[in-house]
């Protein structure tokens, strides 16, 4: 058990993990502001489309499915979606849609 934790302190991922709890640590002790419910929650919906893409994208490269173009084809979609909604003045509701839709296009489903 011992080496398992000396291992994963010593892997590139264990030490990027160790040095954000750090820093999380250190931002809510100069401020006391940094683990509010707000922050958390905002934090998460922020962070929850990246997770979900990395999610599937590490479940089709185990199953030996290797498709790399998703990060470029979900970074096209948000690109299409916010010029639909700022240049274009599209109500953001149809333009995720508008969005969706060329996303499965693109992908030939």
């Known amino acids: 058990m011992k080496d398992k934790i000396l291992g994963m302190v010593?892997?590139?991922a264990g030490a990027v993990l160790i040095v954000t709890?750090?820093?999380?640590?250190?931002?809510?002790?100069?401020t006391g502001h940094f683990y509010t419910a707000y922050n958390?929650?905002?934090?998460?919906?922020?962070?929850?489309?990246?997770?979900?893409?990395?999610?599937?994208?590490?479940?089709?490269?185990?199953?030996?499915?290797?498709?790399l173009s998703?990060?470029?084809?979900?970074?096209l979609c948000s690109m299409i979606f916010a010029m639909l909604t700022t240049v274009g003045g599209v109500n953001p509701f149809f333009s995720y849609y508008d969005s969706a839709y060329g996303w499965s296009c693109f992908r030939g489903n």
Do not use: C, E
């Open 21 to 30: 709890i750090l820093m999380t640590v250190i931002v809510q002790l100069l």
């Open 70 to 75: 998703v990060a470029s084809v979900a970074g």
């Open 10 to 12: 010593k892997s590139t």
């Open 40 to 67: 958390l929650s905002t934090f998460s919906r922020s962070a929850s489309f990246t997770i979900i893409i990395g999610f599937a994208q590490t479940l089709v490269l185990l199953l030996g499915g290797i498709d």
